[in-house]
């Protein structure tokens, strides 16, 4: 058992540092090549993997670029999802959400989503140390999946995409910005009256 966790982690390391294949996709190459990356945790690991990847995948992953991506909240639920007869080993389920938006030049949000995965793992009663094992590998895989989901999102997306969801965003602030400055001019211009008292008859 230990053997192989140790052989699992090595091999998540290796995938990490020399960069994987994206499942399904035939390619790792992104229409988007310069993004910042960024979280509430900055140097949290599933941002971390995240940079490393795009930077593998030949994004220029920098502050100052013009997009940036933004990790807004990442939360791990777990549940238990069956039990055997004697209770002594049971099925878990872990899941793990990841809201994220994209902004653009004046860090106006261009869009925002979420992603989310689900892993199941057995918790056996008699053997402690051994489920311990079995769930951090499966939240080792689970962020592997999560980090792979993310970059398949960014693969959907050209920057022609991207600056016609700049324009829009551009209008609604814009819009926005001549809304508020009509209603500071509607109240500077109207009279402020103070309630006058009527003396009583």
């Given amino acids: 058992m230990i053997k192989r966790n140790l052989l699992v982690i090595g091999l998540a390391v290796m995938?990490?540092?020399c960069g994987f294949q994206l499942r399904g996709t035939g390619t790792n190459e992104l229409s988007i090549k310069e993004m910042d990356v960024s979280a509430r945790?900055?140097?949290g690991p599933t941002v971390t993997e995240l940079r490393q990847v795009l930077k593998n995948s030949g994004v220029n992953v920098h502050t100052g670029a013009p997009y940036r991506l933004v990790l807004t909240n990442e939360q791990q639920r777990e549940r238990s999802a069956s039990y055997n007869s004697g209770n002594r080993t049971a099925e878990y389920e872990l899941t793990t959400q990841l809201n994220y938006s994209i902004q653009g030049l004046n860090n106006l949000e261009l869009l925002s989503d979420k992603l989310e995965v689900r892993?199941?793992?057995v918790r056996d009663a008699s053997n402690i140390t051994g489920s311990e094992q079995e769930a951090?590998?499966?939240?080792l895989e689970m962020r592997r999946d999560l980090v792979n989901a993310m970059v398949v999102r960014l693969q959907q997306?050209?920057?022609a995409q991207l600056d016609e969801l700049q324009q829009k965003a551009d209008?609604?602030?814009q819009a926005e910005a001549a809304a508020l400055e009509a209603?500071?001019?509607?109240?500077a211009e109207t009279p402020q009256q103070s309630p006058l008292e009527v003396p009583g008859n």
């Fill in 15 to 17: 995938l990490s540092a």
């Fill in 41 to 43: 945790d900055a140097y």
């Fill in 119 to 121: 892993k199941v793992y």
């Fill in 136 to 139: 951090a590998r499966s939240r």
């Fill in 157 to 159: 997306l050209t920057p």
């Fill in 171 to 173: 209008q609604r602030a």
């Fill in 183 to 187: 209603a500071r001019r509607q109240q």
